[in-house]
T-cell receptor, first 115, second 115 residues
Framework: EAGVAQSPRYKIIEKRQSVAFWCNPI?????LYWYQQILGQGPKLLIQ????????DSQLPKDRFSAERLKGVDSTLKIQPAKLEDSAVYLC?????????????FGSGTRLTVV | KNEVEQSPQNLTAQEGEFITINCSYS?????LHWLQQHPGGGIVSLFM???GKKKHGRLIATINIQEKHSSLHITASHPRDSAVYIC?????????????????FGQGTILTVHP
């Protein structure tokens, strides 16, 4: 079984520029998550999709962050414009369902540096 | 106070030592996850616990639901065990206990095992 694919692995941009990250979850996994992990901290949920619908985006800074999951498969997370404090690892994870019975599979993450 | 607290934050051990990492949580959970994160960002799921104890190779995870406490043990530690270990509480979305897959992460424990 292929894992959760994320790209790019690394990205360096200047503040006020835009950036987009891509995630391809495990085939058949209905639930997809985007997390932000700042250095030295645990991951923080940004947005959760169930198929192509948003379940939770309460911690997504909607003035600059947006995410979509068209067709309920791949997902993109965009930051426009980026700020210095957005420097972090952005992790994508997927799960078969929303029950605690299902585990999670994480991607390798995209490390964003904003300079 | 964080809802999920880990201790210690940093742990250094000599190869062969028995290691314990602790996790306390203050929220109701559907399950408790132990995750391993290597440099570069990728996260691997080690255990998902809702009660008792689980063992996989040299790794053992226990949970005490009444005390809201979990431990991860590594027997006969090895330098390749060096990583960040994160516990995460899988929280129900409502009082009925139905999980919406909301993970709340601890801050992580940085483990370094020296040869």
């Amino acid at each position: 079984e292929a894992g959760v694919a994320q790209s790019p692995r690394y990205k360096i941009i200047e503040k006020r520029q835009s950036v987009a990250f891509w995630c391809n979850p495990i085939s058949g996994h209905a639930t997809l998550y985007w997390y932000q992990q700042i250095l030295g901290q645990g991951p923080k949920l940004l947005i959760q999709f169930q198929n192509n619908g948003v379940v939770d985006d309460s911690q997504l800074p909607k003035d600059r962050f947006s995410a979509e999951r068209l067709k309920g498969v791949d997902s993109t997370l965009k930051i426009q414009p980026a700020k210095l404090e957005d420097s972090a690892v952005y992790l994508c994870a997927s799960s078969l369902g929303v029950s605690a019975l299902y585990g999670y599979t994480f991607g390798s993450g995209t490390r964003l540096t904003v300079v | 106070k964080n809802e999920v607290e880990q201790s210690p934050q940093n742990l250094t051990a000599q190869e062969g030592e028995f290691i314990t990492i602790n996790c306390s949580y203050s929220v109701g959970i559907s399950a408790l996850h132990w995750l391993q994160q290597h440099p570069g960002g990728g996260i691997v799921s080690l255990f998902m616990l809702s009660s008792g104890k689980k063992k996989h190779g040299r790794l053992i995870a226990t949970i005490n639901i009444q005390e809201k406490h979990s431990s991860l043990h590594i027997t006969a530690s090895h330098p390749r065990d060096s990583a960040v270990y994160i516990c995460a509480a899988d929280r129900p979305a409502n009082a009925g206990g139905t999980s919406y897959g909301k993970l709340t992460f601890g801050q992580g424990t940085i483990l370094t095992v020296h040869p």
